[in-house]
């Protein structure tokens, strides 16, 4: 059985139009899959930066995860949130990034958008907040069901993420 | 992964089609479909999509974000017909109709590991000016029947 570590962090965020933010991350994967150790989903804390304009998280992620098959590489998909002054939580983006499948430190930078709702809907949220969101998530990973759906681009989400591969040779896979 | 069969092998992409950047248009969709040759099939993942329609970001600087996945796996005994994506952009005119913005197509990379490819787009023109003038009024663009024109180098001319 091929063995897969995934060890890095969740970074920060940058570009997006307030930054007092938080992030909801997971990972998906295939049937052939199987989590040994390490939480595969979470949420940062809210970050408000003092200078610039990049929140920073720095939130660790540690994964162990076996496999017998290549389908289904993982995936990591996240949602930005903005929390105000008020306690408020709207979201700001979806993203999502295959895991790098070459042994290594990768620096990976993954974007983010944001569904857009109607004229009406846009005018209300410059005013008072919130906005339409995803009612599965599962879209924001997946192309099936996406043509249905209108939406803007948002920030990028900054992450650095060490890849340690174990017997994949014994299948056959080059990497 | 067949290591007992020594002439398959397996291809396994996995990414996304990450954005573009159109200064002229907003409100894009695109497109994708994989072209590749007689000796190659694709084992799993979707062969074809669409995207989402995206605008451009407010305060961000004029990209259009998609972060539409890619995930397909080919079995080949050949390199020849290494596959190939072809990406075709679409987008509202001045009247609202759905015209082709853009047809661009790439090699798959053929080296194993993380790649980031940029794809030039272009979109085929009338000779003659009546033509691009009504075109423009009706809202009907030239476009190519089949998108996997684009991957082929016959008949270019």
């Known amino acids: ?164 591969m174990r017997h994949f040779d014994r299948y056959g896979v080059e990497s | 992964m067949a290591i007992n069969n020594p002439s398959v092998f397996l291809l396994m992409i996995n990414g996304q089609i990450e954005g573009a950047n159109f200064p002229e248009y907003d409100d894009l969709y695109c497109k994708y479909c994989f072209v590749y040759g007689h000796d190659w099939a694709p084992t799993s993942g979707l062969e074809e999509g669409i995207s989402q329609i995206t605008s451009k970001g407010r305060d961000s600087p004029q990209r259009m974000i998609w972060n539409f996945p890619l995930e397909i796996t080919f079995k080949s005994t050949n390199p020849l017909g290494w596959p190939q994506i072809v990406v075709s952009v679409y987008g509202p005119d001045t009247f609202g109709n759905d015209v082709v913005r853009g047809y661009g197509a790439t090699h798959i990379p053929f080296t194993p590991g993380q790649h980031t490819r940029t794809i030039p787009m272009f979109v085929p023109e009338s000779t003659s000016r009546l033509q691009k003038f009504t075109s423009w009024l009706l809202g009907r663009r030239p476009e190519f029947t089949d998108p996997k024109v684009v991957a082929q180098g016959e008949g270019r001319e």
């Not at chain 1, 091929?2 to 998906?28: N, T, Y």
């Not at chain 1, 306690?87 to 983010?112: A, M």
Request: aromatic residues 10%; charged residues 15%.
């Open chain 1, 1 to 164: 059985m091929a063995e897969l570590h995934i060890i890095g962090q969740i970074v920060g965020a940058s570009g997006f139009p307030q930054s007092s933010l938080f992030c909801k991350w997971g990972i998906h994967t295939g049937g052939a899959w199987r989590l040994l150790s390490g939480l595969k989903e979470g949420q940062t804390q809210v970050d408000l930066p003092q200078t610039g304009d990049m929140a920073y998280w720095s939130h660790p992620i540690d994964l162990h995860y076996t496999t017998k098959g290549l389908q289904g590489w993982p995936k990591l998909h996240l949602q930005v949130w903005h929390q105000d002054s008020f306690g408020r939580c709207q979201l700001y983006g979806y993203g999502y990034c295959h895991v790098p499948s070459s042994p290594g430190h990768h620096h990976v930078r993954c974007v983010t958008w944001r569904p857009l709702g109607s004229w009406q809907e846009q005018i209300a949220q410059t005013f008072v907040g919130g906005g339409p969101q995803l009612r599965s998530p599962d879209l924001v990973y997946s192309g099936a069901d996406r043509y249905r759906l209108h939406t803007v681009a948002m920030g990028t989400v900054e992450l650095e993420l060490g890849i340690i």
